[in-house]
């Protein structure tokens, strides 16, 4: 890879980054599609994140960034225009330049449903999930979930407040049946057994040393468990599930194509999805 005056500058914004594999994905994409480009991640804390999105509303060759975990909710309120999906959700993974000007998007719902589809074969209309977590992610996936027809949503967060406030903005924007509890709450037992769709949107797991993000005991045979952690590529809550007879998905079809709709939505072209595809799998090995 050259890297000259005219090399279009791509970032992923984070606290950690180091984990991310999307330099990776998109730096394969950006060379596939022969494009003067590099993709590198930038670790900011919350503290900093506005100066970080200065920094690139000013750069001349600044060709887009992803926003990972913790500040796609903080970004919705650093950028000058949001697209509707990104409004909807409340929350930005994607930021477009025009002109001096930051566009923020969500392309993690999407990304989310294509995978469930895809690669589970999984079709969410009709049927009851439950999602882990109250943050960025977590919300896009509901609210996408809801888009997509499902019957009811129940949040499952560590502050129930936060579980209640992210289940009242589902039902209020979609008209779905939504639901928050804490992860404490006596009636977990009875929501989890009632799903047919679990998606841990939290980051526990990150870390080899953690423990499932729900009990093991809670998940019964068949029902689908996802986790969008994709590094390491199996975690302890996948793991776990397999041993109890559910069916599982990593997050690593999430990643691939929600960056897949990002790099469109920086270039204006599609991106090679086996190129993107092999670097994932490169990365993770």
């Excluded at 804390?45 to 506005?50: D, E, H, N, R, S």
């Excluded at 999984?122 to 992610?137: D, E, N, W």
């Excluded at 897949?260 to 670097?279: C, D, I, N, V, Y």
């Amino acid at each position: 890879m050259r890297i000259t005056g005219r090399t279009t500058l791509f970032v992923i914004f984070g606290d950690p980054v180091e984990h991310s594999l999307s330099p990776a994905m998109q730096n394969a994409a950006l060379q596939a599609a022969g494009i003067d480009g590099v993709y590198i991640p930038w670790r900011v804390k919350a503290i900093g994140l506005p100066t970080a999105f200065e920094s690139i509303r000013g750069m001349e060759n600044f060709g887009g960034a992803n926003v990972t975990i913790p500040h796609k909710e903080q970004a919705v309120s650093l950028v000058d225009e949001l697209s509707s999906e990104a409004a909807s959700v409340g929350a930005v993974n994607t930021v477009i330049g025009r002109g001096g000007r930051l566009l923020g998007a969500n392309t993690d719902g999407q990304g989310f449903l294509r995978a469930l589809q895809e690669e589970a074969g999984f079709v969410p209309r009709g049927r009851q999930v439950v999602i882990l977590g109250a943050g960025g992610a977590a919300r896009a996936v509901a609210w996408s979930l809801a888009e997509a027809g499902v019957s009811k949503v129940v949040i499952l967060n560590r502050t129930v407040e936060r579980a209640e406030a992210l289940a009242e903005f589902v039902s209020r924007g979609s008209g779905v049946s939504a639901i928050g509890h804490g992860l404490g709450d006596r009636h977990i037992s009875e929501r989890v057994a009632e799903c047919e769709l679990l998606v841990n949107a939290t980051s526990v797991g990150l870390a080899a040393s953690d423990p499932p993000a729900i009990d093991g005991a809670l998940l019964r045979p068949g029902m689908l468990v996802c986790d969008l952690i994709y590094r390491p590529r199996e975690t302890a809550l996948l793991r776990e599930a397999k041993k109890r007879g559910c069916r599982v998905l990593g997050g690593v079809g999430m990643l691939l194509f929600q960056g897949m709709l990002a790099f469109e939505l920086w270039t204006g072209q599609k991106p090679s999805e086996g190129a993107m595809r092999a670097a994932l799998i490169q990365a993770i090995a």
